[in-house]
């Protein structure tokens, strides 16, 4: 099983930006964690961080074209303003969990909505690092119970 993570705009940041808000964990600390999980669940991740919402969007073009199974994006701000990268992810038809570090629905309103929640299989929010963990347990639980099904 293939998966590609995505990381959007400043979380290149994380270890020393906001850390009452995200914790202390590096964007190293968690792809090393997500490297560990998926080793132990026999997946193929591929991670990348950008600021730059049209290279994310590639990424995601390149996923499709790659037959990559699913995506674990923590879109950051874009998540709050980019239909471009909703239309992506529908553009390509991959399946994906969407997370936060931080409780998007205890902070500020503007937070509150996300171009993706709807269209995710699920969402995870609000547990630092571990919000990426849980979300690829649940992306890989999720795409396998869905091969087994498939006759
Ligand atoms: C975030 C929450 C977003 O509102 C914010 O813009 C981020 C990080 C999180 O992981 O908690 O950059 O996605």
């Not at 850390?19 to 964007?27: D, F, N, Q």
């Given at each position: 099983?293939?998966?590609l993570v995505l990381h959007g705009p400043n979380l290149n940041l994380l270890g020393t930006r906001e850390?009452?808000?995200?914790?202390?964990?590096?964007?190293a600390d968690i792809n090393k964690g997500l490297e560990t999980i998926a080793n132990e669940l026999s997946v193929s991740l591929t991670s990348v961080q950008s600021n730059s919402e049209a290279v994310l969007i590639e990424e995601i073009h390149k996923a499709g074209r790659a037959k990559t199974d699913g995506l674990l994006v923590?879109?950051?701000?874009?998540?709050?303003?980019?239909?471009?990268?909703r239309d992506a992810i529908l553009g390509v038809s991959l399946p994906f969990v969407e997370v936060h570090l931080s409780n998007i629905?205890?902070?500020?309103?503007?937070?509150h909505k996300t171009y993706l929640s709807d269209i995710a299989i699920g969402v995870i929010t609000g547990f630092g690092a571990e919000s990426y963990f849980w979300g690829l347990r649940?992306?890989?639980?999720t795409l396998s119970d869905r091969k087994e099904s498939s006759p």
């Open positions: 099983m293939k998966v850390r009452a808000v995200y914790g202390t964990a590096t964007l923590n879109p950051a701000a874009f998540g709050h303003t980019s239909i471009a990268l629905y205890a902070r500020e309103e503007f937070r649940a992306l890989v639980k």
